[in-house]
């Protein structure tokens, strides 16, 4: 399968039908000299780009709107505008982005626009209470919008184990608890307001469960505890929780009966990719189901140079996503 984009490298990508039409909101990667670590130092992007298309048909164009954020243009980031998500209520889009603030913490930005392809005007600051990375944006059938977010290692969800907002750099060390009969650090999520652009109550922690236990996922289960890359969709009536493993590199997804979880581990979506990363969105165009994705075939292998692809997917008829293998 080939790369939706092959004249920039693009990563991260969150796709949402709006007007009609597959928008694409990935990260942007770029050539660098910086050399692996698990602070995640190599993915160094400074914009973001928006990119639109009318089918997903291999052969259908799409379009590249330039560039519609920057880094200079948003006076609380130091650098690294990580993976973005996008969404639509009243009348508005809002680009929803991670970078390190002047201290290097993680917090998680806002932009608005009248049309989703941009450009988009940054706040001046931070939503008040966000940290780590990877914002998801869901908008209910009710209107209530749902921010979900975090990331291990180098996204800093475990600089948090003292409470919200209590960033513990003593953290920095350990990657995460381990251990047997520790839990594993669960992603977040919070109401926003109804303009969008802050949270409407506490931040909470998700839980995912193990259906043979009932019990939380523990923090040594590799295969199958959260650990970024979050996002979120409905299918008849039930809230699908989907997420990256990180080291072992599947996409998995979780089922629940509220925004807010519980969720319950369902299984495999994606088997892994050429890459380190592996970060998704799953959206419904034309009466089909479509995973977006990346890796790193365009780039042959080099791990911070990765390429948006997308698949279809499909569900049994107990509402299980079956495991798709890479293309």
């Known amino acids: 399968m080939a790369p939706l984009i092959t004249h920039i490298y693009t990563a991260d990508p969150s796709a949402h039908v709006f007007e009609g039409k597959i928008y694409i909101y990935p990260s942007h990667d770029r050539e660098t000299d910086i050399q692996f670590n698990d602070n995640g130092d190599q993915y160094d992007m400074v914009d973001y780009h928006v990119f639109s298309t009318e089918s997903l048909d291999p052969a259908a164009p799409v379009t590249d709107h330039g560039v519609v954020l920057k880094m200079e243009d948003i006076p609380w980031v130091s650098k690294q505008l990580w993976a973005p998500d996008a969404a639509f209520k009243n009348g508005k889009y809002y680009l929803y982005f991670p970078a390190r603030d002047k201290q290097g913490i993680f917090r998680i930005g806002v932009a608005v626009s009248d049309r989703p392809e941009g450009p988009f005007t940054p706040d001046p600051e931070p939503i008040k ?24 290692w180098g996204g800093q ?3 948090y184990q003292k409470g919200n907002n209590i ?18 650090l669960g992603p977040r999520v919070a109401k926003l307001t109804d303009d969008m652009r802050q949270f409407a109550e506490d931040v909470r922690e998700i839980v995912i469960l193990a259906p043979e236990t009932g019990k939380p996922i523990a923090a040594d ?7 970024e890359a979050s996002w ?7 809230y699908y929780f989907s997420y990256s493993t990180g080291d072992t590199h599947y996409l998995c997804y979780a089922v629940g009966d509220s925004p807010y979880g519980p969720f319950t581990y369902g299984g495999r979506i994606l088997e892994p990719v050429l890459g380190w990363t592996t970060h998704h969105s799953i959206v419904e165009f034309q009466g089909r189901w479509w995973l977006f994705h990346h890796d790193c075939e365009l780039s042959k292998g080099v791990d911070h140079l ?5 698949k279809e997917i499909f569900y049994d008829s107990e509402g299980r996503i079956l495991t798709e293998k890479p293309e």
């Not at 944006?137 to 919008?145: C, P, R, S």
């Open 221 to 227: 289960d590799h295969d199958r505890r959260f650990f």
């Open 157 to 159: 969800l475990q600089c």
């Open 129 to 152: 209470g966000s940290y780590s990375i990877d914002p998801a944006v869901f908008v209910d059938d009710d209107g209530e919008a749902y921010m979900y977010f975090g990331g291990l």
């Open 232 to 238: 979120m969709h409905k299918y008849n009536g039930k």
């Open 306 to 310: 990765r390429s948006v692809k997308v």
């Open 167 to 184: 960033f513990d750099a003593e953290w920095q060390g350990p990657k995460e608890p381990s251990g047997e009969g520790v839990y594993a």
